[in-house]
């Protein structure tokens, strides 16, 4: 038998966790233990029935975890080897880890870089590594330090505090936008060097704004992305990773055709082993433990169902761990 936070839609909506038995195992190539597990904001969706997030029912929740591998019939992965999961539709159309046992494809899983452990690859979780992503991709673009001032918006949560604190460690000048000024502290004890008011973003505004980003992380999208454009200086770049004030995107072609600005999605669930390789790699070097150590909170799976109404309410600060067995 094995806990595990279950999702069912039969004539209402119910989250309760289970005593699943080993024949309820999904089918898979690794066997896992799940030692950690996280909420992300995608979870909290799915958790609070807030959106569509679950397409196939019943589901285990929990889009990431962190363990060790039990038993393997994949090449690449021998039992006692120690893995991070990310995506790939777990907990959406896939079993996922907020359970003690799973089975996995191996095909998908990172093995876990060896200075960071399975607490610490759940601290990063889903919402780090696309933090990660987001740096790259911004990077591939050219940014530099030398460029400017980079802008993080949903800064207080999980995308943004790991993105703040990876930004200032690569050697960025940081702007949080924040709902949270109280939390400025936390903000700036991250590595912000300034903290605004989300409120001077989050309304309509002009197509055309003063010049002032080298680079943006948004996890915000609507009015928030759109001022965010505006503002950018020549040449600029922003990386749009989340809808945490809407999916719109209520913008014009200005930013781009006369000043160059480049819009880049970035998405973590599908994003080929490649890049998620590279990402974990920079993460186990790049990110500041004792920082990651300070933005992340660690709850047991009897929590969950509250943190994540919580998490979907914008009240959490930071990152919450699942401490799963
Ligand atoms: P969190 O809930 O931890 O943080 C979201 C933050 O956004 C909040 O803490 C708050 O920060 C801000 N916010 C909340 N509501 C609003 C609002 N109405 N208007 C403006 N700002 C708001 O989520 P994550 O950091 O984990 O994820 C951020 C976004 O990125 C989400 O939309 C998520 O779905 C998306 N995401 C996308 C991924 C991808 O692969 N593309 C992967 C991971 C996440 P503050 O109070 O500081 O303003």
Not at 18 to 24: A, I, Q
Not at 25 to 47: C, M, R, W
Not at 258 to 263: K, Q
Request: aromatic share 6%; glycine share 10%; with cysteine.
């Amino acid at each position: 038998m094995y806990q595990a936070l279950v999702l069912r839609k039969d004539e209402s909506f119910s989250v309760a966790k289970e005593s699943l038995k080993d024949d309820d195992l999904p089918e898979g190539d690794v066997e896992v233990q799940v030692e950690y597990s996280t909420l992300n904001f995608k979870d909290a969706l799915a958790i609070t029935n807030t959106s569509p997030v679950v397409r196939k029912w019943p589901m285990v929740a929990g889009i990431d975890g962190a363990g060790v591998v039990t038993h393997s019939s994949h090449p690449n992965w021998k039992v006692g080897e120690r893995f991070v999961h990310t995506g790939w539709g777990y907990g959406e159309t896939r079993w996922g880890l907020l359970a003690e046992r799973s089975r996995v494809q191996g095909a998908g899983l990172v093995h876990l870089p060896a200075s960071l452990s399975t607490l610490q690859a759940m601290a990063i979780g889903t919402a780090g590594y696309t933090a990660m992503l987001c740096v790259m991709a911004l990077e591939k673009h050219g940014l530099t330090p030398q460029k400017g001032e980079v802008l993080v918006t949903g800064a207080s949560g999980g995308v943004g505090s790991v993105a703040i604190a990876l930004l200032s460690q690569l050697g960025y000048q940081v702007c949080a936008s924040t709902g949270k000024l109280s939390d400025s502290d936390y903000l700036k004890s991250l590595g912000a060097a300034q903290v605004m008011d989300r409120a001077l973003l989050s309304e309509p505004g002009k197509p055309f704004q003063k010049e002032r980003w080298a680079g943006v992380v948004d996890c915000v999208g609507s009015h928030t992305l759109a001022n965010a454009l505006s503002q950018c200086a020549y040449g600029a770049s922003v990386a749009a990773c989340g809808l945490a004030q809407g999916m719109d995107l209520p913008t014009t072609v200005m930013p781009f055709i006369l000043r160059g600005v480049s819009l880049i999605g970035v998405d973590s669930v599908m994003a080929p082993m490649g890049l998620r390789q590279e990402a974990w790699a920079r993460l186990s070097t790049q990110l500041n433990l004792d920082k990651l150590a300070q933005m992340t909170q660690v709850i047991a799976l009897d929590e969950v169902v509250a943190k994540a109404h919580e998490l979907r309410n914008g009240q959490i600060k930071g990152r919450l761990v699942v401490k799963v067995s």
